[in-house]
């Protein structure tokens, strides 16, 4: 009588937990949806595609073709494999409140904001490499003991 009262509570212990899971994985789902992610990662494919049609490597494509490997793709597929890494870092308490915050007011901004700030980020980047770049290029010269003057222009010309 023991073991099969062990062996129900373990059935009905490993179904709850079964439906727990199927229950985070839900709301993971939900997460990447309302969080921008989901739209994110069709955006990133149909760049990628973009990317390969200017590729030396696929110039003998035939027209069209990278756009019909658009319409194959399978998303949720794709989007399901992002369920075990969200599972592996947060409980399923911390999905529910990312969620909670994605979809609040300052949420919504943030997402609204957020490729705005990464295109300000990127060209902010850029200019303060270019800087970085000629800074060490002229401390290299100096303790070479190689100075370069600027070039003049020539007004006349």
């Given at each position: 009588?023991?073991?099969?009262?062990?062996?129900?509570f373990l059935?009905v212990?490993?179904?709850?937990?079964?439906?727990?899971?199927?229950?985070?994985?839900?709301?993971?789902?939900?997460?990447?949806?309302?969080?921008g992610?989901a739209?994110?990662?069709?955006?990133?494919?149909?760049?990628?595609?973009?990317?390969?049609?200017?590729?030396?490597v696929?110039?003998?494509?035939?027209?069209?073709?990278?756009?019909?490997?658009?319409?194959?793709?399978?998303?949720?597929e794709?989007?399901?494999?992002?369920?075990?890494?969200?599972?592996?870092?947060?409980?399923?308490?911390?999905?529910?409140?990312?969620?909670?915050?994605?979809?609040?007011?300052?949420?919504k901004?943030?997402?609204?904001?957020?490729?705005?700030?990464?295109?300000?980020?990127?060209?902010?980047?850029?200019?303060?490499?270019e800087?970085l770049?000629?800074?060490?290029?002229?401390?290299?010269?100096?303790?070479?003991?190689?100075?370069e003057?600027?070039?003049?222009?020539?007004e006349?010309?």
């Amino acid at each position: 009588m023991k073991v099969i009262t062990v062996i129900l509570f373990l059935l009905v212990s490993s179904t709850s937990f079964a439906q727990t899971d199927s229950t985070k994985a839900k709301d993971i789902k939900k997460l990447l949806e309302v969080s921008g992610t989901a739209k994110a990662v069709k955006t990133m494919m149909t760049q990628y595609m973009s990317m390969m049609k200017t590729s030396p490597v696929y110039k003998d494509a035939p027209a069209g073709f990278f756009d019909k490997v658009l319409t194959t793709i399978d998303y949720d597929e794709f989007i399901m494999l992002y369920v075990p890494i969200y599972d592996k870092h947060f409980t399923h308490s911390e999905i529910k409140e990312l969620i909670a915050y994605h979809e609040s007011p300052i949420g919504k901004k943030v997402i609204e904001k957020q490729p705005l700030i990464m295109s300000d980020s990127m060209q902010m980047g850029k200019e303060f490499g270019e800087k970085l770049g000629r800074k060490v290029y002229q401390q290299m010269q100096e303790e070479k003991g190689e100075t370069e003057e600027p070039e003049e222009e020539d007004e006349n010309k």
